[in-house]
């Protein structure tokens, strides 16, 4: 009840000064409790709502645990490839006397224009053999 009311309703009885006190004490009291009670219910549901929030960050962070070892995999999968391209491409590619290029000692490097330039390591920079080949798709 409004504060005005409860005044209202306390002036149309005679009451003594202690027993005006007792009752607002009271009513102090129980508007505490209520007040408590509506705090650890607000405090309860803040506590539920971090709980859940905890549990889906969780769960995200499992997924993208799993996405990331899906990814290693992936990648290890396609080094491999690559691995296994780039040694056909070398067993196929040849010198000017004929013979085969080791994949150690030469280097593919990719070049505008759908290019792929065989580069040996070992030369110095002014002195690189270039083989240019066309990209297959």
Do not use: W
Request: proline letters at 2%; a positive charge.
């Amino acid at each position: 009840m409004p504060v005005e009311e409860f005044n209202d309703l306390l002036t149309s009885y005679q009451l003594s000064e202690e027993q005006l006190t007792l009752i607002r004490d009271i009513r102090r009291r129980g508007k505490n409790k209520i007040a408590a009670q509506n705090c650890r219910k607000r405090k309860q549901d803040v506590l539920l709502t971090l709980e859940d929030d905890l549990k889906a960050l969780r769960n995200h962070h499992s997924q993208l645990l799993n996405e990331k070892q899906n990814s290693l995999m992936h990648l290890q999968d396609m080094k491999s490839r690559f691995g296994m391209l780039y040694q056909e491409i070398f067993s196929k590619l040849k010198d000017d006397d004929g013979r085969p290029l080791d994949a150690r000692e030469y280097m593919l490097c990719f070049r505008p224009k759908d290019t792929v330039t065989v580069v040996s390591l070992r030369a110095n920079h002014n002195s690189k053999k270039h083989r240019d080949i066309k990209k297959r798709r």
